[in-house]
């Protein structure tokens, strides 16, 4: 068994200490990332992690927040990625430390190149292509043979496939990074990456991943003429092609990719929530970020179309979307922080009676 030294452990104690506090959990869990980096093989500290983010409340705002972009009963394959995504980037404290290293768009030589291979990756991540993710890379590898700078190139490949959930390809590209050169703050992305791609499969907040079925079944209800799972991927793949200079080929014959599909055992979410309520009928009364978000443009624009055409939008693009109730335990706050205030950013002390619904 390995011997760490006193200060990881004196680390993972403070990540104890302010993972217990409401919205501590994200601070908490970059510092076991933090000794990830220096010890992989940490096993206390990643599952600190997961301790951290089984937090009812964490759960519970995540769910929230991720239900703002993607209705939980949408299984289609490509929405469990950006789920993924979007709680990476809910909960990391990475991204500021990226912007003051580097501008976006990646290092200016190859900034074209980069650009192509991303829109590509978006394919897949927006349009559930998953071809593109094979044709990105190609596009990415054609860029690092041409970088004047390799390491701000792999760095930046990797940190945009983990920004869009890719977690495996990031991992793939920062290890290379990291072998190649002495890079601290590649390490430390890697470490974090790993640990989202090897628990992935049961982030607590996330619904249990789908083929598209329960979607399918739910748009016969809302719209009928929509166009289902697969027919809606074969389009976009038909429009992709028309794009590109060559048609793709894929890399590995389709024979293979189903015997791997086969032989890899099923992930199953996380056991602490039960969703099967996924598969009931329509809900009742709207989410209550729905309705608070509607109460604010009331609150706002009373009198305004535009605010009342948003309103209109809002109840309709959201009648299907199902209330998440909060925990029953209060908010647990760090006594030490001063108290949060809505009034403090909203600028308005009115708008502290619209959290109360």
Not at 1 to 25: K, N, S, V
Not at 133 to 153: G, M, N, Q, V
Request: aromatic share 12%; proline share 6%; net charge negative.
């Amino acid at each position: 068994m390995p011997t760490y030294p006193d200060y990881l452990h004196q680390t993972l104690a403070r990540a104890r200490e302010e993972g217990q506090w409401y919205c501590g959990q994200a601070d908490a869990a970059a510092l076991c990332f933090d000794m990830l980096a220096l010890f992989p093989d940490c096993q206390e500290a990643s599952e600190l992690v997961y301790e951290l983010f089984c937090d009812e409340w964490c759960i519970y705002d995540n769910r929230v927040a991720v239900q703002q972009h993607i209705d939980e009963w949408d299984d289609r394959p490509w929405q469990q990625r950006r789920r993924l995504a979007l709680s990476f980037r809910f909960m990391s404290r990475w991204d500021g430390k990226y912007e003051a290293m580097m501008e976006r768009g990646g290092p200016e030589d190859v900034r074209k190149i980069l650009a192509d291979g991303k829109m590509e990756l978006l394919g897949a991540y927006c349009l559930g292509d998953e071809e593109c993710t094979d044709y990105a890379w190609s596009i990415f590898a054609d860029a690092l043979h041409k970088a004047k700078y390799p390491r701000e190139t792999l760095h930046w490949i990797g940190w945009q496939y983990a920004d869009l959930g890719f977690f495996a390809d990031a991992a793939e590209a920062l290890g290379e990074l990291c072998s190649r050169f002495n890079d601290d703050k590649a390490r430390r992305l890697l470490a974090e990456v790993i640990w989202w791609r090897d628990n992935a499969h049961h982030i607590p907040w996330i619904p249990p991943a789908g083929n598209g079925s329960r979607y399918d079944r739910m748009m016969e209800h809302i719209d009928p003429s929509a166009p289902k799972t697969k027919d809606e991927i074969l389009r976009v793949r038909t429009e992709n092609q028309k794009e590109r200079i060559a048609p793709y080929r894929p890399s590995i014959d389709q024979r293979l990719a189903n015997l791997f599909a086969v032989s890899m055992p099923e992930q199953n979410s996380s056991l602490i929530m039960g969703w099967s309520f996924l598969d009931a009928g329509q809900p009742g009364e709207p989410a209550d970020w729905v309705k608070k978000n509607i109460q604010r443009l009331e609150h706002w624009g009373e009198d305004d179309e535009l605010h009342q055409e948003m309103i209109a939008d809002m109840k309709n693009r959201h009648r299907w979307t199902r209330n998440i109730p909060p925990p029953s335990t209060p908010k647990c706050y760090d006594p030490n922080q001063p108290p949060f205030n809505a009034a403090d950013i909203l600028g308005d002390a009115d708008d502290d009676d619209l959290d109360e619904i």
